[in-house]
């Protein structure tokens, strides 16, 4: 059970972690493209949080707690299994409310024409990605090398 949970745990975190580099290299190009393009992209991007990263964070979460109750080497207390926790909840607030919120804003400048208004709203998320990458990528390497245990 533990190797099924672990492959389906990984597999939405691949998930996350692959939207997260789409979005990272392809963002900048579809911006500088404007009007239609960048509109559909910025409503693309919307979406991705509603059908990848919501899923994908509940399924982490699930197998997380699954992995962690049918184990008898870790527990809720691990530091990596903590970490862990933390991670999905700050990333899942991020898109809830920042990125959402500015993706919505972007696409609907788009789409009226603005497009400086919709780059501007587009990009005022990047110091969060940057976070959400950071935030992201410690939780990997607290998993992988399990901190705490």
Do not use: C
């Not at 393009?37 to 509940?58: D, E, H, K, L, Q």
């Not at 530091?79 to 409310?97: C, E, K, N, Q």
């Not at 990125?99 to 696409?107: E, S, T, Y």
Request: proline share 2%; charged share 10%; glycine share 10%.
């Amino acid at each position: 059970m533990q190797e099924f949970l672990l492959v389906i745990h990984i597999i939405a975190a691949g998930a996350w972690i692959g939207t997260n580099v789409v979005q990272t290299v392809t963002m900048r190009r579809v911006m500088a493209q404007g009007g239609q393009p960048a509109a559909t992209w910025m409503t693309s991007v919307v979406y991705w949080g509603r059908v990848i990263y919501t899923p994908a964070a509940i399924v982490i979460l699930a197998t997380g707690t699954g992995m962690v109750l049918n184990s008898s080497l870790y527990e809720f207390s691990n530091a990596f299994v903590s970490i862990g926790f933390l991670a999905v909840i700050v990333a899942a607030a991020l898109g809830m409310t920042v990125f959402a919120k500015a993706g919505k804003k972007a696409a609907t400048a788009f789409d009226s024409g603005d497009d400086d208004a919709g780059r501007a709203a587009a990009m005022s998320v990047m110091p969060w990605v940057g976070l959400d990458w950071f935030v992201l990528l410690f939780a990997l390497f607290a998993m992988v090398y399990k901190w705490g245990v």
